[in-house]
């Protein structure tokens, strides 16, 4: 019979100190401690084995033990190190960790932490699983908990990512709501303010490629009401270019203001998505002249 690893006699030593009676001069919560720290360096042993699903498992049991014990603290942490294994390979359970991490830390009032934990799961949702939906709905609560712990900057990075993912999702009105939040939020600081162009541009895409050039042209009135600069930026220019071409349904003209733009401002992959969005929109609808 092959020798035991020290991880899996660590494990097996765990599992018997949690199932263990209490006797006459131990506490339950004692014995629930020891195996606890016994879990915890079953699942480092496994993870110098390299066994990732076990050395999650391993901690996600010493959270339990931790939890028996109403040591919240050490349980939202152990959660999280479970969470962290669990990331090679097995994205599911790390959602399922990083969500137990999160009820301890709400319940000890640790918005920031949940915060960062919400986002990581906004991550592993869009990078594991591409679900838009689930992605930008962790994204939300998350900026939701900075905002709260007045992490301004945080929470509106947050917001942006659950913009350009309603964005992706065809939910354009619920992106220009998110961006123009963003935007309004920014407006304030000296530091921010610089980036508020671009997020009334994406909004501005955004209206157009709801083929809304009414929207459209309101919408960038308002925003040349907010900040008096905007209307000279190219963002704007690029804005008021795109909807013209729009409106006289003249492809050329629009790939030729694209072009422009591009040439300066080199476009990522998001606008190039929407703006290939937008072309179909005016392919399919000939111009209203």
Known sequence: MPSKSPAQALLDKADKKANSSTGWFTSASSKFEEAGDLYQQAANAFKLEKLFKEAGDAFAREAECREQCKEGNEAANAWWNASKAYKRGFPDLAIQALTQTIVHLTQGGRFRQAADREKEIGQIYLQESNDLRRACESYVRAGDWYAQEDATATANACYKDAADLHADLDEYPQAIARYEQVADHSLGSALTKYSVKEYWLRAGLCALAMNDTVT?????????????????????????????????????????????FDQVTKLDNWKTNILLKIKRGIQEEPGLT
């Open 216 to 260: 459209a042209k309101r919408n960038m009135q308002k925003y040349c009401n907010q900040d008096s600069t905007f209307a000279t930026t190219r963002e704007a220019k690029f804005i008021n270019a795109l909807t013209e071409t729009v409106e006289a349904g003249d492809v050329e003209s629009f790939t030729g203001a694209i072009v422009e």
